[in-house]
């Protein structure tokens, strides 16, 4: 049977490609062999051990070079900026892979880019700090182009800052993304809040960030038969029937949002 991932269906609108070639020229040159190489790692991490357990991350593949690559690039097109962070860049990372996947590019080497950005996180985020040691001297002061309107129709948020939790997982408020506790942890180290990793499933969606801070996700307020949530764009406190699942329209921004509540 094959697995789907959430992901998978999201395709990019027609005019998308050109306008990333125009808006990303240096990052469009180098985003070939960055699949090219994260194809052959998936191949290789899928390949199983006598016990069974994948083989993990090999250094010779080629894919550490070509994100190292790939990095320079960010740093010529705007993306990243001096004294940008690893987190940072592993998320500007995840977005410019899902954005190339929906242009018809191969989901093996999206598989294996959340593979490393999820599930062996700490070792991702070692090896961008290193890179970015290397390579920050690039950017020279130049301003971060992430908020340019060509750049950010692109590269539009796919999760929000408004996450709510029930007694089986984590949602967005904003977005269509649900996550089991199992492809969690709960953590207060560097900063109090979730490490992504969908370890338990591995059914990887790379539109969720790898981190959620513990301050963007509210536990619905149970009140007899009302439940309390707030806005995801103003904070008021909203009040709503209680119901597995609930539509509110926040009464002072009149968003509207669902969520579940258990
Ligand atoms: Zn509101």
């Known amino acids: 049977m094959t697995l789907n991932y959430p992901f998978e269906h999201i395709r990019a609108k027609p005019h998308e490609l050109d306008l990333f070639k125009k808006a990303l020229p ?7 062999e960055f699949f090219r190489t994260m194809d052959i790692a998936n191949k290789s991490i899928e390949q199983k051990n006598m016990f069974g357990n994948p083989l993990g991350i090999r250094q010779d593949l080629g894919f550490e070079n070509s994100l190292k690559i790939l990095l320079i690039a960010c740093f010529n097109d705007g993306l990243l900026t001096e004294g940008d962070t690893a987190e940072k860049a592993i998320d500007i990372f995840r977005a410019l892979t899902l954005k190339w996947y929906t242009f018809g590019n191969k989901l093996d080497s999206c598989l294996y880019f959340a593979y490393f950005a999820y599930s062996r996180h700490s070792y991702a985020a070692t090896l961008f700090n290193d890179y970015l040691k290397q390579s920050d001297f690039l950017a020279g002061g130049a301003k971060s182009r992430l908020d340019n309107a060509d750049v950010a129709s692109l590269l539009n948020p796919t999760y929000s ?3 709510y939790k029930t007694s089986t997982g984590l949602g967005d408020k904003l977005h269509p993304l649900v996550l ?3 492809d ?3 953590t207060s180290f560097p900063r109090p809040g ?4 969908f370890r338990s499933t591995n059914r990887f ?3 969720v960030p790898t981190f959620i801070e513990m301050d963007q996700v509210e536990k619905p307020m149970i009140q007899d038969t009302k439940v309390i949530v707030s806005c995801p764009n103003c904070r008021q406190k909203c009040r709503g029937n209680l119901f597995k ?18």
Not at 247 to 261: D, G, L, R, V
Request: aromatic share 10%; with cysteine; proline share 5%.
């Open 26 to 32: 240096n990052i469009t040159k180098e985003m070939p």
């Open 184 to 186: 969690v942890t709960k």
């Open 245 to 262: 699942q609930i539509e509110i329209a926040c009464p002072s921004c009149k968003t509207t949002w669902k969520q579940f509540t258990s």
């Open 180 to 182: 089991s506790d199992d």
């Open 205 to 207: 969606d790379l539109r």
């Open 194 to 197: 979730y490490q992504v990793h």
């Open 161 to 163: 800052k408004a996450w």
